[in-house]
């Protein structure tokens, strides 16, 4: 069960009882970012590996990683923890893809070289398919298999950089600032590269049957 947060100074807390050697802190600590971490796992997993590598299993591996190299982190903490915890987190899930996909990977063009230490990159298809499940409603069994191609294709046409802040702001929920931040931008450049990002969705949206701009990230 997910350990309720509500300010930061809660979380501060649970990073010094960690720092102190305290493993039940370190625990609650990864079970509040957990939804937040699977979302991104499922995201980012290459469509190849979908139903064969559960996100359960990366996250198991992110925790073990966590314990053995928290200490290190709290010595230093240049990164946030969320963010720190995030990059662990991509880390392993490129070595799921390594290992599981091995060339396959490169010809994938799987990695993101505008993410510190590299991050699988979130695909047009996973990306159109959670547009989709957010902008059509329950009464509608299935969308077509056109309209989800359309959308996937329109957003290949979107600027990367633009189309990656869109997933950290509004899939990953990052603040303006921890997005500029993870891809190295002026927390303005961030902000006029969302405001980009946002119109040209809508019009992706405007352009697309069976789907609701209205009901578009803002």
Do not use: C
């Not at 198991?60 to 903490?77: G, I, S, T």
């Not at 010809?107 to 996973?126: F, I």
């Amino acid at each position: 069960m997910a350990v309720s947060m509500t300010n930061s100074s809660e979380t501060e807390l649970l990073l010094a009882r960690a720092s102190a050697g305290d493993n039940r802190a370190l625990a609650d600590l990864f079970e509040h970012y957990r939804e937040r971490l699977e979302r991104m796992v499922r995201l980012r997993l290459d469509r190849r590996l979908q139903g064969r590598l559960d996100p359960a299993d990366v996250l198991q591996e992110v925790y073990l990683e966590l314990a053995k190299r928290y200490p290190d982190y709290a010595a230093e903490a240049s990164l946030p923890f969320y963010l720190w915890l995030r990059m662990l987190t991509g880390q392993k899930l490129v070595d799921q893809h390594r290992r599981h996909l091995g060339a396959k990977m490169r010809d994938a063009g799987m990695e993101v070289s505008l993410h510190r230490a590299g991050m699988p990159q979130a695909s047009s298809a996973s990306l159109a398919e959670m547009l989709l499940g957010r902008l059509t409603s329950a009464s509608r069994v299935a969308i077509r298999t056109e309209t989800r191609i359309r959308v996937q294709e329109a957003l290949n046409t979107m600027d990367p950089i633009d189309r990656e802040v869109l997933v950290l702001r509004h899939f990953e929920m990052l603040s303006n600032e921890e997005t500029a931040r993870v891809l190295n931008l002026k927390t303005s450049a961030a902000s006029n590269r969302h405001l980009r990002a946002l119109k040209r969705l809508k019009e992706i949206l405007a352009e697309t049957p069976l789907v609701d701009d209205r009901s578009a990230p803002r």
